[in-house]
T-cell receptor
Framework: DAGVTQSPTHLIKTRGQHVTLRCSPISGHKSVSWYQQVLGQGPQFIFQYYEKEERGRGNFPDRFSARQFPNYSSELNVNALLLGDSALYLC?????????????FGPGTRLTVT | LAKITQPISMDSYEGQEVNITCSHNNIATNDYITWYQQFPSQGPRFIIQGYKTKVTNEVASLFIPADRKSSTLSLPRFSLSDTAVYYCLVGGPHGSSNTGKLIFGQGTTLQVKP
């Protein structure tokens, strides 16, 4: 069975640009969460979507937005990129069948902003 | 939110049992304790979850004393392939405020003893 997939794996952008990151959850999983992981730190929660609705939002500026599609895949969009947005962006899916603390993470997208 | 304290780093000889203790003094009644493992350049991976006493799976054991103010992750025989960062998470069964939000700290970097 395929795990969580993310694309692209690596990305280099310039300050002020916009970026779109994509995630496909494990088949049958309806919940997708996004995390940002800066080098040397634990992942920080950005968003959670369940059944195409936003269920949770972390402490990130409005430049960060996301959506979930009918097939439960998801996009994370970041506008007006800053150097500090350079990080590993992780997507996680869960079935939310009573235990969403068991989440399955993808390999991440490494974003570098120059 | 429960305040979590775990060692920043630990090292062990290969073949030895490794125990990582996490303190969570103000854990709430409905909070679960969950451990994740993260290898370099990969997303975190769920290891084990428990509420009280002892939980064991094919990867690790989790010991939780009666007061639940701490927990200990035990890896039975440390090997080089276990070199990773280990995160202790505390929260409700459906994540923080039912949003599925996972709150990661800095984690414990576990390495082979030189």
């Amino acid at each position: 069975d395929a795990g969580v997939t993310q694309s692209p794996t690596h990305l280099i952008k310039t300050r002020g640009q916009h970026v779109t990151l994509r995630c496909s959850p494990i088949s049958g999983h309806k919940s997708v969460s996004w995390y940002q992981q800066v080098l040397g730190q634990g992942p920080q929660f950005i968003f959670q979507y369940y059944e195409k609705e936003e269920r949770g939002r972390g402490n990130f500026p409005d430049r960060f937005s996301a959506r979930q599609f009918p097939n439960y895949s998801s996009e994370l969009n970041v506008n007006a990129l800053l150097l500090g947005d350079s990080a590993l962006y992780l997507c996680a899916s869960s079935g939310l069948a009573g235990n969403s603390y068991e989440q399955y993470f993808g390999p991440g997208t490494r974003l570098t902003v120059t | 939110l429960a305040k979590i304290t775990q060692p920043i780093s630990m090292d062990s000889y290969e073949g030895q049992e490794v125990n990582i203790t996490c303190s969570h003094n103000n854990i709430a009644t409905n909070d679960y304790i969950t451990w994740y493992q993260q290898f370099p350049s990969q997303g975190p991976r769920f290891i084990i979850q428990g509420y009280k006493t002892k939980v064991t799976n094919e990867v690790a054991s989790l010991f939780i004393p009666a007061d639940r103010k701490s927990s200990t992750l035990s890896l039975p025989r440390f090997s080089l392939s276990d070199t990773a960062v280990y995160y202790c998470l505390v929260g409700g069964p459906h994540g923080s405020s039912n949003t599925g939000k996972l709150i990661f700290g800095q984690g414990t970097t576990l390495q082979v003893k030189p």
